[in-house]
């Protein structure tokens, strides 16, 4: 908490850069409701109070700041794993009151004066990033990297650029009110909003917000191919959708490295994937050495991280994680870099914030690995093809989703998905405004 407020501070203190062409800093239209709140409407969202703690709280519908903004009545949201660093304040610049959520899903109610490609009424998923369309990296697609929607100076110097803005995920990236609300602004809306057609349901459309396309990314961003043994970290959703993933793309063998009623989840869903329980083995080298094991003593071809850099595994990790001596743990990095073969290759999708200790850089030169960092997912690279694919059936996300859950419970479904408490997996929050239940949806489970 200290952290994160003393690094919003500094960002005050120092400034923004000019770069951004959109308004930043509006993670909560109460903030300012005279600015960038309706005047009478009221709404529910889940808002960060706290390292720990979410509450739901009532605050202004948004209102229409930019010509290019779009009002989106929510009809489905979720909760990712990555917001759970949100919730542990792993991620600065977060403050009291910031509306989280970047994965959403909605109908069109209001449009700014110069959108066009979205009307009133339209069913539209949002990407988790905020792309302004027309930069160098737009122009390519790559949309988690546009140059013009976050001006934040600290991400800046830390990393020596910038992402993109995103959705509910802190003032560290351009501050923007996210989706875990029962209304959200989109900037650059006929940018940032992809129609659903009327045979996909929210329940399916919604995750190519993020899940699904931050899967496909971190598979074919690292190369898996025909042949291939895919070893991944991580059975929540991103490392299902991996291994569902690295298949079509043509590996042959995927094994997922996880613990307890997870592993028992992705044999239920996922009967071709091969499991191990890392808690069943023993020795500093123990998943390393069961992997060589497993792919005749040189290992997979591939190791996909699909986890992230804040659950350490041992006490030295532990101690420099809580002293501010590292943001994040090398352990899974380097299990990854020395399960592969010689040459092969590692892809990091788990979010990693910022610096790691006893990282095993010898081995990745003189073994030659490719160390791949997947970056923030470009949705925009790949969410139409993908909605092709959920159309035909080839892809579906439903197979992750354990619960259909009440918007009004959010700040529950936080603690419970922290702790892994009912076999949670991938949620589905609707709203007041939801379609009712698709085929296929989990019963609805209240708290």
Not at 347 to 363: A, E, K, L, P
Request: glycine letters at 10%; proline letters at 4%.
């Amino acid at each position: 908490m200290a952290v994160s407020q003393a690094a919003a501070q500094a960002e005050k203190v120092i400034g923004h850069g000019d770069n951004a062409t959109t308004i930043q800093d509006v993670t909560n239209p109460g903030k300012d409701r005279e600015r960038f709140g309706h005047p009478t409407e009221n709404m529910k969202a889940l808002a960060w109070m706290g390292k720990n703690t979410v509450e739901m709280i009532d605050c202004p519908k948004p209102a229409i700041i930019e010509d290019r903004d779009v009002i989106l009545k929510i009809t489905g949201s979720t909760v990712c794993g990555s917001d759970l660093h949100l919730l542990h304040g792993s991620v600065v610049e977060l403050e009291k009151g910031d509306i989280l959520g970047h994965e959403f899903c909605g109908i069109v109610d209001e449009v700014g004066s110069a959108v066009s490609k979205v009307k009133k009424g339209d069913r539209v998923v949002a990407s988790f990033q905020i792309a302004c369309g027309d930069c160098r990296y737009c122009a390519k697609k790559l949309s988690s990297q546009c140059e013009k929607t976050n001006s934040n100076t600290i991400e800046n110097a830390m990393y020596g650029g910038r992402t993109a803005g995103m959705f509910g995920y802190s003032h560290f990236t351009g501050g923007f009110a996210g989706g875990q609300a029962e209304y959200t602004r989109v900037p650059y809306g006929d940018v940032n909003l992809l129609k659903l057609p009327d045979d996909v349901p929210d329940e399916k459309g919604l995750f190519l917000s993020d899940v699904v396309s931050t899967s496909w990314n971190c598979v074919v961003d690292t190369g898996v191919k025909e042949g291939d043994v895919v070893a991944i970290w991580g059975a929540g959703p991103i490392g299902q959708m991996c291994a569902d993933f690295s298949f079509i793309n043509g590996a042959s063998r995927v094994i997922l490295i996880d613990q307890n009623w997870r592993l028992d989840y992705v044999k239920e869903k996922y009967p071709k994937v091969e499991t191990v329980d890392f808690t069943q083995l023993k020795g500093a080298k123990a998943v390393v050495a069961k992997l060589k094991e497993m792919c005749d003593g040189v290992g997979p071809d591939v190791a996909l991280e699909c986890v992230a850099g804040e659950y350490p595994k041992t006490w030295l990790h532990t101690i420099e994680l809580a002293t501010g001596l590292e943001t994040d743990t090398s352990e899974i990095l380097n299990e990854c870099i020395e399960s592969v073969k010689n040459y092969g290759r590692v892809g990091i999708t788990g979010v990693y914030v910022g610096y790691t200790n006893h990282f095993n850089i010898g081995s990745l030169m003189e073994r030659g690995i490719r160390f791949i960092g997947n970056g923030q997912a470009p949705v925009h690279l790949y969410w139409e093809d993908l909605l092709k694919k959920i159309q035909s059936g080839e892809i579906d996300p439903l197979k992750m989703v354990t619960h259909r859950v009440k918007v009004e419970d959010l700040d529950k479904v936080y603690y419970k998905f922290d702790k892994k408490e009912d076999g949670m997996q991938k949620v589905y929050v609707q709203t007041r405004f939801s379609a009712p239940p698709c085929e296929g949806s989990p019963a609805l489970t209240e708290y």
